[in-house]
């Protein structure tokens, strides 16, 4: 099972588990300063993306037996916290009720159920760039839940042995960026066509790698 580890806030109000914290006023634009083995990273702007009744103790203040809680996530759809109705609509700086929170979590649900099926159909007909597109895009709209979380990875583990056993593998490359692998090489090479004029070029993975070919 696939879990995304909680990661601490800073910034906010705090309690329990993150009593010991720095409690500094956020300003208009920073909600968090997020550490990690005592590296400051840069501020992140969060927001709420659905409602777990898994979790019923808040993150941020340590209150327990709530009837759930509002899942905060970063703009990539990174689990950050799990709080209190109240501590979220503190920390989002908005009104924010359990009925607000449910309603999210039931467009967030049908979203993800609908790319994660999509996801397996593709990877079932061999369309292994769809499919990995599909499981980014889950990912970025928000999985929280264990059974989202482990489908999304036995997804992204079959599109890896699929890939690893195709005869050839083919993508693209724009400079200082990672290579986009598609399906064919027709595929990668309108794309590399496409944004030629951005520096894009036609790859290869070979055994030494991906490496630059002829289009």
Known sequence: MTTTPLRVPRGVRTGGRFASTPRPEPSADVLFGLTDAGYTEPPVRLHAIGFNDEQTSCDSCGRQELRGTVVLADDDGVEVARMGTMCAGRTLRR??????????????????????????????????????????????????????????????????????????????????????????????????QRLARHGARLVQHTGAGWQPTAA
Not at 99 to 122: F, K, P, Y
Not at 139 to 164: S, T
Not at 181 to 187: A, G, M
């Open 95 to 192: 009104s924010l009720s359990r009925q607000d929170a449910t309603r999210m979590e039931r467009h967030r649900r049908a979203d993800v159920v609908r790319m994660l099926a999509a996801g397996e159909h593709n990877l079932e007909r061999g369309h292994l760039a769809a499919a990995e597109m599909e499981i980014r895009d889950a990912r970025r709209r928000g999985l929280h839940r264990p059974a989202e979380l482990e489908l999304a990875a036995g997804i992204e583990h079959g599109v890896e042995l699929a890939r690893r056993a195709k005869p050839e593998r083919w993508g693209y490359q724009s400079p200082g960026r990672p290579v986009v692998e598609l399906d064919t090489r027709e595929q990668a090479q309108a794309f590399a």
